[in-house]
């Protein structure tokens, strides 16, 4: 119920935020401020200070923005349009508001805090939170960027905040990435036509470029001659333009890269251009790694391995990160499986060491049967002539070494008395 006021305004409650609304009349028209509070007390002090600045001539009240938002949001990617921001950067944001955010708000006067809290409500029943918090993030670059240009684009909203307990719906996971190591990789190449079959597209160096650097397919597809490579050249130079991440950077190229672009590398344009590689590919490496295992092939498994190889080498994230041009580390980690190797390694080696053993290469003081059934001497510990075991104090490290875990020739020792 509106309450009326003698001073010629009067305080709306709206139904779906609760907050209070200054009404009045003037000039023939019904203007309707909000006060941006739902306290009753507050809401009268602040609407006695818009009635009176707007009678006064202080204020310039326009009507309530309304119309449909998309023309506004596209003005604003075309304010962001690279190189303000990356080629990457701005498709996320173009995709964003014409998959999600444009169906849920069409017109201006949709989009409130409510509207916004039951969007999340929405999409956190779809998705993960992380992917709700980047649409809030494009969301809420957009009504910066129009209400510093006034209510002629937009009034100011407050984007509620995500809450920090919202967990949404877990991300259903992909295909596995398959699993080739260097070794495959380069029998892969070697197998592969220079040119596809059915369109003669330079297949072999997309492939190699894809397995020596990790470049992902869509940046490959955008290399030109001159401006990311020309004949001569000793690198190949990425701009931030074509990377999904921005990052400009230049690689050397690689014995096998130089090669294969010197060999198919145009006068002037476009070096791959979009094509589909994947059967050339597919039916190089049923050979090498058996047809299961190649089905599904992409160059994204390409890039898998060649990061993985290029941590397992250099020991670096960093430096792995340089090469595929990630800004966040923990990225990175995501593409390579050096640590699994390494533990797969280490278990192989004890195996070795087990049929070592077991094969009687160690010899001993014990001879005995082992669980393959076969004979094997197995050395044991020196002793002292006390009995005790006198390599105990050299095969714990020096962190563990304790009173209770000494030898007696290291307790003697410390006590000045040494036995000979």
Known sequence: MARKRSDGFRLVKDERTGIQICRFWFQGRDHKLSTRTRDLAEARRVGAQIYAETISGRRRVDAPKRGPLAPIVAEWLATIEPPIVSQGDWERCEQTWRVQLLPRFPHIETLTPASIEDFYRT??????????????????????????????????????????????????????????????????LQLLPRYSERKHKPVRALVTLAAEYGLRAELLQKLRVPEHYQLGDLEIRITAEIDKEGEARALELTPL????????????????????????????????IGEERAQYLTLRDLRHAALTDLAEVTQSVGA?????????????????????????????????????????????????????????????????????????????????????????????????????
Not at 261 to 288: M, N, Q, S
């Open 123 to 188: 999409r956190l029943r779809e998705v993960a939170r992380e992917t709700v918090r980047k649409d809030r993030a494009v969301l809420l670059r957009f009504v910066k960027w129009a209400s510093m240009r006034g209510r002629d684009y937009l009034h100011p909203i407050d984007i509620p905040q995500l809450s920090k307990k919202a967990k949404g719906v877990p991300a259903i996971q992909g295909r596995a990435v398959t699993k080739v190591d260097r070794a495959e990789v380069l029998a892969i």
């Open 320 to 420: 792995v990160a340089a090469v595929a041009g990630h800004r966040d580390l923990r990225t990175t980690s995501r593409y390579f499986n050096a640590r699994e190797r390494a533990a797969t390694a280490a278990l192989r080696a004890r195996s070795e060491a087990d049929r070592q053993l077991e094969s009687g290469r160690i010899t001993g003081t014990i001879t005995g049967t082992g669980l393959s059934g076969r004979s094997a001497e197995i050395i044991l510990p020196r002793k002292n002539r006390d009995g005790r075991v006198a390599q105990l104090d050299r095969a714990l490290p020096s962190g563990g070494r304790s009173r209770g875990f000494e030898s007696l020739r290291v307790r003697q020792k410390k006590r000045g008395k040494m036995i000979l």
């Open 257 to 288: 890269a130089r090669l294969e672009l010197e060999a198919i590398a145009p006068v002037e344009g476009l070096i791959f251009g979009r094509y589909d590689y994947r059967r050339t590919l597919r039916k190089a490496a049923a050979l090498v």
